[in-house]
């Protein structure tokens, strides 16, 4: 029988374990509601795009974005000023000019889904890349991850019997060694400057990486925007719920869970654009594309189960899409 006066320890003690768990339970719920904002996203811009150029809509995400990050961080005290600065315009360009436009632009002649998955392969780019630029090399169970992505690639690409869809396929690639190299500037970043708070950065980034965005939508030429309620509704929840929202939750997840559970989590986000653009617009994988996107699916899965065994992010510091 526990003493009367070690009640109150015990007391404290399950409080604190049910508080614990508890706040889990908001983080996991937080992150999933993030991985399918993000998710299903990818059918949001795609039929966004009928209704404006692919640089019309990118500015308008991107600038509106901005707008809605610099109030987050006003209203959360967060301090505006920052060091830094060029480093933070290279990973604007890298991260905002080239890894969003691109991706905007590839959906104009690709399907949804295999965009999403194309663009996911940044994992995939982030450890090919970090050799020659950070001096990790590949090793171990990295070395498959590489394969499978390589082979899935090449499945969804069929170079053998090259489509329509080519230029997209290759830009969604592009946007995803750029979401990589941007990756690899802001971990470069992050150790240099390791009290860098992440949503002023992400927000400052956003901002210098709007401005090439910006002169692009009003150099190219492109069709009048037609101000629909669903393209009105699809610039408010890009520019809201996929940029202020998607970031709170973001940051509220990673305080709460370990980083590489927080990251292989948000893999889920290319799988549920494939599902979505399959049912919303019957975009049916063939089965070279079905095989190639299981391939990079499971060297995603690699990757972060390597992710939580060092107890490290794949992506700490950019966004998603």
């Known amino acids: 029988m526990v003493s009367g006066w070690l009640l109150p320890i015990f007391g404290t003690k399950n409080l604190v374990t049910m508080n614990s768990r508890k706040n889990t339970i908001r983080a996991f719920l937080a992150l999933m509601t ?15 795009l009928l209704y404006a150029g692919a640089f019309q809509f990118a500015a308008l995400r991107t600038v509106i974005g901005t707008v809605c990050l610099f109030a987050v961080v006003i209203v959360m005290r967060k301090p505006l000023r920052i060091k830094e600065m ?8 890298l991260q905002t000019s080239g890894f969003t436009g691109l991706l905007i632009w590839a959906l104009v002649e690709g399907g949804a889904g295999k965009t999403a998955v194309l663009t996911y392969t940044m994992p995939f780019w982030v450890m090919v890349l970090a050799w020659p630029l950070l001096g ?12 499978l992505s390589t082979m899935g690639m090449l499945f969804i690409l069929d170079p053998m019997h090259l489509g329509a869809d080519t230029f997209s396929m290759f830009l969604a690639l592009l946007s995803g060694i750029f979401w990589a190299l941007s990756v690899i500037v802001a971990k470069k970043l992050h150790h240099r ?3 860098l708070d992440l949503l002023t950065l992400t927000a400052w980034q956003m901002l210098f990486g709007s401005i090439p965005i910006m002169i692009a939508a009003i150099l190219v030429p492109a069709p009048t925007m037609q101000w ?5 509704g699809a610039v408010i929840f890009n520019s809201v719920f996929c940029n202020a929202l ?8 990673l305080q709460r869970l370990s980083a590489g559970v927080a990251s292989m989590s948000s893999m889920l986000a290319p799988v549920i654009g494939v599902m979505a653009a399959w049912g919303q617009l019957q975009e049916v994988p063939t089965t070279t594309e079905f095989i190639g996107m299981t391939l990079i699916g499971l060297s995603l ?18 966004g998603q899409d």
């Open 34 to 48: 993030l991985t399918v904002i993000w998710g299903y996203n990818w059918v949001v811009m795609k039929s966004a």
């Open 246 to 253: 998607a970031w709170i939750l973001w940051l509220y997840a």
């Open 193 to 195: 400057v390791p009290d």
């Open 136 to 147: 990790e090399k590949i090793r171990g169970l990295q070395w498959p991850a590489a394969l």
């Open 228 to 232: 629909t309620p669903y393209f009105i």
């Open 86 to 93: 060029p480093t933070l315009i290279l990973l604007g360009l």
């Open 301 to 318: 899965a690699i990757i972060s189960i390597i992710s939580i065994r060092k107890h490290t992010p794949i992506d700490p510091a950019m």
